[in-house]
């Protein structure tokens, strides 16, 4: 239960952080948080040669307003979201699934950069980013890139990311001030990872009605227009769209996210009943 | 080998360490803080938590190389913090407590549970204590003490 030998280093800019894992050719990772990559270490399922720190770079904790978004960097923590140390634009939908991530130990550490990174599907951030329709900020040794949501994950803890990348920040766009969401997920225990994610977005001056699916087996599958599973209940329907997201019926799992996707459907109908 | 400099406790600390040693060892190991116990060494048990920048956090997977210029808090360092005697008189008047291992990380939690949410409930207390495993107690003496020193912060009386 010890980690492996590894060297550490602690970038001071995203140039030096991308130079030194250029240099490590596919063996170094870039660190934030810990929070996964640290058990990970000790249960050796990960064994770099060389991490590289990315917490001292000061962009990396920074937040940035836009007209019609807010871009957050990548070192920003679980807890400062739950406890809106920075902006929320997301009628409080980021700090309301923030508060819903491990447990207060680890959100002081973990950042959402790093959970973005690791791409475990079960994870929260990932799924609300497809949801939100947010933009990954990369860097790399060709400058920086944006990666659209639905390119960022591409498999279990699998992304984009190039291994002398990192990713700086995201973009999440602002919902409006009518707009309506709910979040729904399942864990045996608080603070586990999730065994199905379900969660609704409408806004209509944006012209969103979007939903999401997650705790699959791969990536989050988003529903682009979820008018009819939010208007009502069709179990018909909702079992389609659970196979769309490669969910095979006449499982646990098939069940178990049937039953929060309806949740979240019921939820977010609430919402807007109490909005009206 | 890598030299870092720690605040710990309120002491100043030089120390050469691996990368690979994990806070938790160091504390142990090095700096004989032995009130920091390690139960999982994978973030899950919460035995090993301890503050780092004032904030709880697990110290088996934290690593000391990246505690470098930080400030650290054991269990050690709270033997004058009357909240910290508060909670250790409720632990011990409400059996939240049988062989102790886990202690000392329900301790740091139950610290910040009073100081960051001095009006929660029993229901979130409980939900704050989640990231805490007991193997003793089933947990009723542990929310009780917690609750007790919840309550008499807030000027409540009896439980």
Redesign the interface.
Known sequence: ????????L?AASCAEAVHHLARSDGAGKP?AG??SL??M???RLAQPEL?V?I?GIVELTSVTREPAAIVLGACISH?AIEDTRVPDVTQGLLPFAAHGI?????R??GTVGGSLAHADPAADWISLMALLDAQYLVRGPAGPRTVACADWMQGAFTTTLASDEILTGVRIPALSASARWSYHKFNR???EFAHAIAAFVVDPERGVTRGVIGATDGAPHVIDDATALLDAWHPDLAAQTLVAAGIAPGTYEHQIHAAVLQRASRELSHARKRAA | MTTITLLVNGKSVRANVEPRTHLADFLREELNLTGTNLGCEQGVCGACTVQIGGAPARSCIAFAVACDGGELRTIEGFDDDPLMAQLRNAFSAKHALQCGYCTPGMLITAHDIATRLPDADEARVRYELAGNLCRCTGYVGIVRAVMQVLDARRGVGGR
């Open positions: 239960m010890k980690a492996p030998r590894f060297e550490y602690k660190v810990w929070q640290g058990p270490l000790n249960l991490l720190d917490t807890a491990a447990y207060r130990a680890v002081n550490r225990k608080p603070g």
